[in-house]
């Protein structure tokens, strides 16, 4: 799995000209998922996410996870995070299938909400306008398969 982890002052989706997520402070959460991931590869990377200290404390540094500073969470699905660069043209086939993908993605979402933090989301596979304040700005890259490697 892949995610785009972005600290914003808020973020929203909408789709159809309806808003479908929106959240204040926290983080909009950008998820891929490849071939070969699996609820292992969500549940760490949940984990992760959740307990990510990128907020502020009193001092100005980055020391404070989301339900420190009572975050919500905004999950997008994004197949386009496994794009093959390798031509002017993006070539998708290393992205799971939907078959795979979408059930991950909804498992996923399931573990944020057992961690408590019920995510607002888009809808898996829909054309989807997401705006977002970012805030620092502070993104990062969360890819499992190099966390595996790393281990």
Do not use: C, W
């Not at 949940?46 to 339900?67: C, P, S, T």
């Not at 500073?69 to 939907?98: C, I, M, N, W």
């Not at 829909?126 to 595996?148: C, H, I, K, Y």
């Amino acid at each position: 799995m892949k995610a785009v982890v972005t600290r914003v002052k808020s973020a929203s989706v909408t789709i159809g000209g309806e808003a479908q997520g929106t959240i204040g402070q926290g983080y909009l959460v950008l998820l891929g998922v490849g071939p070969e991931d699996t609820e292992t590869e969500a549940d760490y990377l949940a984990e992760k996410i959740v307990n990510l200290r990128v907020f502020e404390d009193g001092q100005g540094k980055m020391n404070l996870n989301l339900g420190q500073v009572g975050g919500e969470l905004l999950v997008v699905s994004q197949f386009t995070l496994y794009a093959d660069l390798g031509s002017r043209r993006p070539g998708f086939s290393h992205a799971a299938p939907p078959s795979l993908a979408e059930p991950l993605y909804n498992y996923f979402l399931d573990k944020l909400r057992e961690k408590g933090f019920p995510p607002q989301h888009g809808s898996f596979g829909a054309d989807m306008q997401v705006e977002s304040v970012n805030d620092g700005p502070v993104t990062l890259l969360f890819d499992t398969d190099e966390m595996r490697k790393r281990k």
